[in-house]
């Protein structure tokens, strides 16, 4: 059983940073697809940016230019860099892992992965 735990949420003004750590306890079978989603209050819960374990990654739209998905594979630790933060970042992220994935590039769409941590909120004032 996959375990996932976060940190580094908080808040911010808008314009500034936060970095997110997710360490991942390894399960019998490593995983290969990992992401960060986010949902917010009312939403429902999108996609923000993946890495599968080849590196190749991919994000939001909305995140693009801004947000850095990177792994420490040492630490066993999957971080996400935010910069140039918004109000519309404002929610709580998820770090997502799934060990079963054959179809290609990993995809951004919560229904695939099936490891979730407990989230952490970030909140961006302006």
């Known amino acids: 059983q996959v375990r996932l735990v976060e940190s580094g949420g908080g808040s911010a003004q808008s314009g500034g940073s936060l970095t997110l750590s997710c360490v991942e306890s390894?399960?019998?079978?490593?995983?290969?697809?990992m992401a960060w989603f986010r949902q917010a209050p009312g939403k429902q819960r999108e996609g923000v940016a993946v890495?599968?374990?080849?590196?190749?990654?991919a994000y939001a739209d909305s995140v693009k230019g801004r947000f850095t998905v990177s792994p420490d594979n040492a630490k066993n630790t999957l971080y996400l860099q935010m910069n140039s933060l918004k109000r519309e970042d404002t929610a709580i992220y998820y770090c997502?892992?799934?060990?079963?994935?054959?179809?290609?590039?990993?995809?951004?769409?919560?229904?695939?992965?099936?490891?979730w941590g407990q989230g952490t909120q970030v909140t961006v004032s302006s």
């Open positions: 390894i399960g019998a079978r490593p995983s290969i697809c």
């Open positions: 997502a892992a799934e060990a079963f994935y054959s179809g290609g590039n990993c995809p951004l769409i919560p229904s695939y992965f099936g490891n």
């Open positions: 890495i599968d374990r080849d590196g190749s990654t």
